[in-house]
């Protein structure tokens, strides 16, 4: 199996301004995600930007970059327009890992890209694990899925989900446990370069999850449910911290 890891970073953030420059320990975020990736098993990382100062960040510290253009209404635009740009064909997989999860675990790409491998009748594919506490469950913010008999995602929601009708708002029981939606995504490229062309749907616009559009429009997308949590994301301040303390020399 071949893959390419791409990383998107647009350097404008409403909560954490130039976020992807962030320095940890000694080296800009978007360098940490980058050298982390390659750990994986992918056979090239590359990073997709709109900004030339995230370019010669990369450039100084050996990291390949794409200059993308600054007008993309989001990440997935973003990431079509770098496939067209590495000339990778339709049946390439891809694997989007965030420009803000310096600890993610290279395993996990390799899990998500693999899911994706093995599941011929899905354009993408994600990553969930198990839930146990009530208050991440209730927690709009974390996102939940539902898969079919098959592990291919049924739904995605900010609502407890599933609900079980006679927990009073508890958990569901452990044979049906619930999941909450890690962020990494794998994608056939063909895919890609078609999302950007698919309209939005309803659901998408209330819920806030692109992820929708792709089930709206009857497209498949496998699950691999991980073991493991993912390593904490940057969003804002207070998380640049606890990852810049997690990241000193013990």
Same mark, same amino acid.
């Given at each position: 199996?071949?893959?390419?890891?791409?990383?998107?970073?647009?350097?404008?953030?409403?909560?954490?301004?130039?976020?992807?420059?962030?320095?940890?320990?000694?080296?800009?975020?978007?360098?940490?995600?980058?050298?982390?990736? /390659?750990?994986?098993?992918?056979? $090239?990382?590359?990073?997709?930007?709109? =900004? *030339?100062?995230?370019?010669? +960040? %990369? !450039?100084?510290?050996?990291?390949?970059?794409?200059?993308?253009?600054?007008?993309?209404?989001?990440?997935?635009?973003?990431?079509?327009?770098?496939?067209?740009?590495?000339?990778?064909?339709?049946? /390439?997989?891809?694997?989007?890992? $965030?420009?803000?999860?310096?600890?993610? =675990? *290279?395993?996990?790409?390799? +899990? %998500? !890209?693999?899911?994706?491998?093995?599941?011929?009748?899905?354009?993408?594919?994600?990553?969930?694990?198990?839930?146990?506490?009530?208050?991440?469950f209730a927690n709009p913010n974390v996102v939940k899925l539902v898969m079919d008999a098959a592990g291919r995602a049924l739904y995605f929601s900010r609502a407890p989900l599933p609900w079980w009708r006679d927990g009073?708002?508890?958990?569901?029981?452990?044979?049906?446990?619930?999941?909450?939606?890690?962020?990494?995504?794998?994608?056939?490229?063909?895919?890609?370069?078609?999302?950007p062309t698919l309209s939005a749907s309803p659901l998408e616009l209330l819920e806030s999850l692109e992820q929708l559009r792709v089930l709206w429009h009857g497209e498949r997308i496998a699950v691999h449910v991980s073991?493991?949590?993912?390593?904490?994301?940057?969003?804002?301040?207070?998380?640049?911290?606890?990852?810049?303390?997690?990241?000193?020399?013990?």
């Amino acid at each position: 199996m071949s893959f390419t890891v791409l990383i998107p970073a647009r350097l404008a953030s409403t909560r954490l301004p130039n976020k992807p420059l962030a320095d940890l320990a000694g080296l800009p975020m978007i360098v940490r995600v980058a050298q982390r990736a /390659a750990q994986s098993a992918a056979a $090239q990382v590359v990073v997709a930007t709109d =900004a *030339p100062e995230v370019l010669q +960040a %990369c !450039a100084a510290h050996g990291v390949r970059a794409l200059l993308t253009r600054a007008d993309h209404a989001s990440g997935s635009d973003r990431l079509a327009e770098a496939v067209d740009q590495l000339a990778l064909p339709d049946d /390439a997989l891809v694997v989007n890992v $965030q420009g803000d999860e310096p600890l993610i =675990a *290279p395993a996990m790409i390799d +899990a %998500c !890209a693999g899911q994706l491998a093995a599941k011929p009748d899905c354009v993408m594919a994600t990553v969930a694990h198990a839930l146990d506490d009530a208050s991440e469950f209730a927690n709009p913010n974390v996102v939940k899925l539902v898969m079919d008999a098959a592990g291919r995602a049924l739904y995605f929601s900010r609502a407890p989900l599933p609900w079980w009708r006679d927990g009073g708002g508890q958990l569901p029981p452990a044979d049906y446990p619930a999941l909450r939606h890690v962020g990494l995504y794998a994608y056939r490229a063909g895919f890609l370069r078609r999302f950007p062309t698919l309209s939005a749907s309803p659901l998408e616009l209330l819920e806030s999850l692109e992820q929708l559009r792709v089930l709206w429009h009857g497209e498949r997308i496998a699950v691999h449910v991980s073991d493991e949590r993912p390593g904490p994301g940057v969003d804002t301040p207070e998380d640049l911290a606890r990852v810049r303390q997690l990241l000193q020399p013990v």
